[in-house]
């Protein structure tokens, strides 16, 4: 067993309303950067997990995303990256 | 002006207390995931935003981080990727 790090993207479904998103965008227009279209507001989470190999440790983070991590009514995830720690 | 697609990480200070974190991590030992040793908790922005080129969007990324994004006492945060849109 060998130590890894997995992160993972946790973003709200395209087409719902992203509230906190929302509320981003308008402070940064408020603070002059009306450049700004709009902003997406996830959550980004690190696990520093124990596997066999890479691939057991992103299919054990899957599984935890499934099971807590993630809403599957209102967002979706994705595997950023698995680094050996 | 062309639009880009920035995303960032903003992570707890490493050395600081991450309660998320910590709750996340024991949450999964109670549901028998006791591989996982830590995990830390940060959120993940995309924001959408005009700019000249790609080094232009990351700068007034980097300028919203300081000025509103991210709380520069307890967090860090890393520009991820710029994609155009």
């Known amino acids: 067993m060998k130590s890894f ?7 709200p479904r395209k087409g719902l309303l992203d509230p906190q998103g929302k509320a981003v ?7 002059g950067f009306h450049a700004v ?7 980004h989470l690190i696990i520093e997990t124990a596997a066999a190999d890479a691939a057991a440790a992103e299919a054990a983070v899957r599984d935890m995303c499934g099971r807590l991590l993630a809403n599957p009514v209102t ?11």
């Open 25 to 31: 965008a308008d402070a940064l227009h408020t603070l």
């Open 75 to 85: 967002e979706d995830f994705e595997i950023a990256g698995v680094s050996a720690a």
């Open 5 to 11: 790090h997995v992160s993972v993207h946790i973003v």
């Open 37 to 43: 279209a709009d902003v997406h507001v996830g959550r």
